[in-house]
């Protein structure tokens, strides 16, 4: 069964203080893996979608990395507007997405 | 352009009774994917719908049922409600099924059973 681990489930960051998040994924046939920042009570953003080993993708502070097993979001120089839950999910050959619980980023000044 | 809108936004029902949430999805996408997110299980897959028809589906209760219309609107029906079933539920859509194409999410209904 396809599984999504995301790790640490919170982090606390210093401002400017940069910082990874772990994606961890199996899955046949991975066609996808999207992610995602959510606030408290809204829907999820979209940040990235990456689609094979080796690609990487960039947005401000923010820049996602893709291997075959897992994904990366690192975060530098992060600034208190970055606080949020960072979702990462997984879409393979039936075309759902499954998403990982989450980590949950707060950035003090 | 316009982003996905879900109405309504709030909900209180007690238990036993049944429930309609409404989605419009973002002009020009016509999938429109549903998930339920609760503090325990997460974001949980319950089903897609593409011209009308319903293209996937999750593990969830046939209480748990949906469908779409000619203009891709879609709207999400629960019945005989279960305190469990307190949760965001929240609508995406998307260009097309079966493809990468990002889901765009709407803002959610929060449902509270009491």
């Known amino acids: 069964e396809d599984q999504v681990t995301q790790s640490p489930e919170a982090l606390r960051l210093q401002e400017g203080e940069s910082s990874s998040l772990n994606c961890s994924y199996t899955v046949s046939g991975l066609r996808g893996l999207f992610w995602y920042r959510q606030d408290p009570g809204k829907g999820p953003e979209f940040l990235f979608t990456?689609?094979?080993a080796g690609e990487e993708k960039e947005k401000e502070r923010l820049k996602a990395t893709l291997t075959k097993k897992e994904s990366f979001l690192h975060i530098t120089a992060p600034k208190p507007e970055d606080s949020a839950t960072y979702l990462c999910?997984?879409?393979?050959?039936?075309?759902?997405?499954?998403f990982g619980a989450g980590t949950q980023v707060v950035v003090t000044p | 352009k316009a982003g996905v809108t879900q109405t309504p936004r709030y909900l209180i029902k007690t238990r036993g009774q049944q429930v309609t949430l409404s989605c419009s999805p973002i002009?020009?996408?016509?999938?429109v994917s549903w998930y339920q997110q609760t503090p325990g299980q997460g974001l949980q897959f319950l089903f897609e719908?593409?011209?009308?028809?319903?293209?996937n589906k999750g593990n969830f209760p046939g209480r748990f049922s949906g469908r779409q219309f000619s203009n891709s609107r879609s709207e999400m029906n629960v019945s005989t409600l279960e305190l469990g079933d307190s949760a965001l539920y929240l609508c995406?859509?998307?260009?097309?099924?079966?493809?990468?194409?990002?889901?765009?999410f709407g803002p959610g209904t929060r449902l509270t059973v009491l």
């Open positions: 995406a859509s998307s260009l097309e099924t079966g493809t990468t194409d990002t889901q765009y």
């Open positions: 002009s020009g996408h016509r999938s």
């Open positions: 999910a997984v879409q393979a050959r039936r075309g759902k997405l499954q």
């Open positions: 719908y593409f011209s009308e028809t319903q293209r």
């Open positions: 990456l689609y094979s």
